[in-house]
């Protein structure tokens, strides 16, 4: 199946300090993404869909200036937290579809951060 | 977004099957019902998904109610790598959008 990949995989940052997480899909070309949040023992919650080549759309409630989405190519999608505090520590995932008839999401493996 | 509800935990033993029911009344007539899985520490992925047919792949079968209310997630044989939060989801057709709710974590003991 379709792969998509996440870089870090685990990250530690200062209060304060911004961090940028990528996603990219290996083998095809995803002219949408999503990003997610989830909290320990909690489900995902939709943060923000990313679509290339124009500005994300964010859920309700999340800040659009602080997680803020580029989706520069069909294969990489980056959020970036911006001063980072340590409620933002939380395990980030993105997701993405390939283009033509197919209904299933692909997920990344998905990126710890911890805010210290 | 139409909701879904799913109890909390299941628990079962290895090699027996294993069936995740899911209530979706407020369902429309377009929503497709998906179901995805989250093994600790990682990424969801992708189980089934179907309309109004039961379905079934290589790893599960999904047997979707008459009106269409409620569904069930079937794994025939269940393993230890089959321990995991699994999620029913309604999307309407080509709407990518998945909204995650809280899921049914599987415990499956040897």
């Known amino acids: 199946g379709a792969v998509v990949s996440q870089h870090p995989s685990w990250v530690i940052c200062k209060s304060g300090t911004s961090v940028k997480i990528e996603c990219r899909s290996l083998d095809f070309q995803a002219t949408t993404m999503f990003w997610y949040r989830q909290f320990p023992k909690q489900s995902l919650m939709l943060m923000a869909t990313?679509?290339?080549?124009?500005?994300?759309?964010?859920e309700q409630g999340v800040e659009k200036d602080k997680f803020l989405i580029n989706h520069a190519s069909l294969t990489l999608s980056t959020l970036t937290v911006t001063s980072a505090h340590p409620e933002d520590s939380s395990f980030y995932i993105c997701?993405?579809?390939?283009?033509?008839?197919?209904?299933?999401?692909?997920f990344g493996p998905g990126t710890r951060l911890t805010v210290t | 977004d139409a909701k879904t509800t799913q109890p909390n935990s299941m628990e079962s033993n290895e090699e027996e099957p294993v069936h995740l029911p899911c209530n979706h009344s407020?369902?429309?007539?377009?929503?497709?019902i998906h179901w995805y899985r989250q093994l600790p520490s990682q990424g969801p992925e992708y189980v089934i998904h179907g309309l109004t047919s039961n379905v079934n792949n290589r790893m599960a079968s999904l047997a979707i109610a008459e009106d269409r209310k409620s569904s069930t997630l079937i794994l025939h044989r269940a393993t230890l790598r089959d321990a995991a939060v699994y999620y029913c989801?309604?999307?309407?057709?080509?709407?990518?959008?998945?909204?995650f709710g809280t899921g049914t974590r599987l415990l499956v003991s040897p």
């Open positions: 990313s679509n290339e080549g124009s500005k994300a759309t964010y």
């Open positions: 997701s993405a579809t390939p283009p033509t008839g197919s209904y299933e999401q692909y």
């Open positions: 407020t369902i429309s007539g377009t929503d497709y």
């Open positions: 989801i309604l999307s309407l057709p080509g709407f990518q959008k998945l909204v």
